[in-house]
């Protein structure tokens, strides 16, 4: 028995499918690999920055920082900066790099934010 033209497109329809599925299933695994790795990354910094205070928060919650958020993140670097407010990155400064900086961290932060909320 031979096949019809609508079986072909068939299968080839649900070949892409599985392509498609496939591909988000990957793209998945990227993105919360690099969300873990981003959430690993504060936590160094955080440890540099006031690692008695991180530890101190997870003796009171185990589950501090893994489930902050962005803004809970930029509280805490906010009040253990050793930087006069300032020179902070964000601040009212006359340097326009810095301030193009930061501009762009905010973006990337918001982009692992959203991310972060989906796992």
């Not at 695994?29 to 101190?56: M, N, P, S």
């Amino acid at each position: 028995m031979s096949q019809t033209p609508m079986d072909e497109t068939r299968y080839h329809a649900l070949a892409l499918i599985s392509q498609i599925n496939q591909a988000e299933r990957d793209q998945w695994r990227r993105d919360r690999e690099a969300l873990k790795e981003a959430r690993r990354t504060l936590l160094r910094v955080a440890y540099c920055v006031a690692g008695k205070a991180i530890d101190d928060l997870r003796r009171a919650d185990p589950f501090v920082p893994d489930m902050w958020s962005l803004d809970e993140w930029e509280r805490f670097f906010a009040s253990h900066a050793q930087v006069p407010p300032a020179e902070r990155w964000g601040s009212a400064s006359a340097n326009p790099k810095l301030e193009q900086r930061w501009r762009s961290w905010k973006r990337m932060a918001g982009s692992i934010a959203t991310g972060m909320a989906w796992l």
